[in-house]
């Protein structure tokens, strides 16, 4: 099992681009999650998926940040336009759950993606 | 809201046992405790998990207290490996959302 994959694991980008982060979620695991990690602020979630559905997206910082979830095998977190203090590792989690809704408890972490804004 | 809370920081020796401790003094009856770690820039790790009872898997034991109101996790053989940042969740197990703390930074020494 190739566990949680996201890419790219470094950006590097200028303020006012757009930045695409992509994940690909445990094959048969039905819950997804963005996390944000910064030294100030610490992991926070920020958006998660059941069965490709927004769930909560309350920890969104604002209107520049927008997740999609097409499919089971496939996750987006754009920031649009990308400023600097959007500079942080992004991570993305997926779990099972069981009986379809309740989470395992078990989440399965990706290596990151680090984002730095010029 | 912070629903833990643990030292920011411990020293444990090689080859001894590394004792975590958490309060959670005002957890529900329907959450549980679990345990996560992370390695350096990884990607946070999952250890263990109870109600009330005390579990063991190969990672590790939790000790929660009859009362639920704090849990010990307890690496019994510490390498320099488990050297990381250690976060105690409490969570409704019909509840998906997971927060994160500020944890436990564990430094195993040689």
């Known amino acids: 099992d190739a566990g949680v994959i996201q890419s790219p694991r470094h950006e590097v980008t200028e303020m006012g681009q757009e930045v695409t982060l992509r994940c690909k979620p445990i094959?048969?695991?039905?819950?997804l999650f963005w996390y944000r990690q910064t030294m100030m602020r610490g992991l926070e979630l920020l958006i998660y998926f059941n069965n490709n559905v927004p769930i909560d997206d309350s920890g969104m910082p604002e209107d520049r940040f927008s997740a999609k979830m097409p499919n089971a095998s496939f996750s987006t977190l754009k920031i649009q336009p990308s400023e600097p203090r959007d500079s942080a590792v992004y991570f993305c989690?997926?779990?099972?759950?069981?009986?379809?809704?309740?989470?395992?408890?078990?989440?399965?972490f990706g290596e990151g993606s680090r984002l730095t804004v010029l | 809201d912070a629903k833990t809370t643990q030292p920011p920081s411990m020293d444990c020796a090689e080859g001894r046992a590394a004792n975590l401790p958490c309060n959670h003094s005002?957890?529900?009856?329907?959450?549980?405790v679990y345990w996560y770690r992370q390695i350096h820039s990884q990607g946070p790790q999952y250890i263990i998990h109870?109600?009330?009872n005390n579990e063991t898997n190969e990672m590790a034991s939790l000790i929660i207290t009859e009362d639920r109101k704090s849990s010990t996790l307890i690496l019994p053989h510490a390498t320099l490996r488990d050297t990381a940042v250690y976060y105690c969740?409490?969570?409704?197990?019909?509840?998906?959302?997971?927060?994160f703390g500020s944890g436990t930074k564990l430094n195993v020494k040689p």
């Open positions: 005002t957890i529900s009856g329907n959450e549980y």
């Open positions: 094959s048969g695991h039905n819950s």
């Open positions: 969740i409490v969570r409704p197990y019909n509840f998906n959302k997971f927060y």
């Open positions: 109870g109600l009330k």
């Open positions: 989690a997926s779990g099972g759950l069981a009986g379809g809704r309740v989470g395992t408890g078990e989440l399965f």
